[in-house]
């Protein structure tokens, strides 16, 4: 028997062990888990060097059905500085505004983006040893890589 609330603490603290090889130049990303445990939420996400030093994403995914399903693509924070990173980002993914959002994912909350990316084809998460299977990590890891394209 597992317990959700361990995986979701495990996955966070892997997450920010992860987040600190980017920390420094005023940057310190943080990842966390929301009040409920509903969500996991990243501040100041990383972005490879091609983007500006001064961009930012802050990252939110609805961990509901977590860890039987994959979340159903990522929540980005929009503010008034990242309009030309979101606009380039739109280049890459499937990104909408206005509380749209598809494959059965929540809407996104007021000033949140919602980016179709994702284990959409089969999540295949190993309980008894959770970082040999897919998790949260692995996902951030990869859409860090896409962002590298």
């Not at 597992?2 to 090889?21: G, H, K, Q, S, V």
Request: contains cysteine; proline residues 7%; glycine residues 8%.
């Amino acid at each position: 028997m597992y317990i959700t609330a361990d995986l979701l603490r495990w996955e966070a603290a892997e997450i920010n062990r992860w987040l600190t090889c980017f920390s420094g130049n005023k940057l310190y990303p943080q990842a966390g888990l929301g009040e409920h445990g509903g969500t996991l939420w990243v501040v100041d996400f990383p972005l490879p060097d091609k983007y500006a030093p001064e961009d930012r994403l802050d990252l939110l995914f609805d961990i509901h059905e977590y860890p039987d399903n994959s979340p159903r693509g990522i929540f980005l924070k929009e503010s008034s500085t990242n309009q030309t990173l979101l606009s380039h980002l739109q280049s890459k993914f499937n990104v909408f505004a206005g509380g749209v959002s598809f494959h059965n994912a929540p809407k996104p909350p007021p000033g949140w983006l919602w980016v179709c990316y994702g284990h959409l084809d089969g999540w295949r998460y190993n309980i008894q040893h959770p970082n040999r299977g897919d998790n949260m990590l692995k996902l951030l890891q990869s859409f860090w890589r896409v962002l590298e394209e």
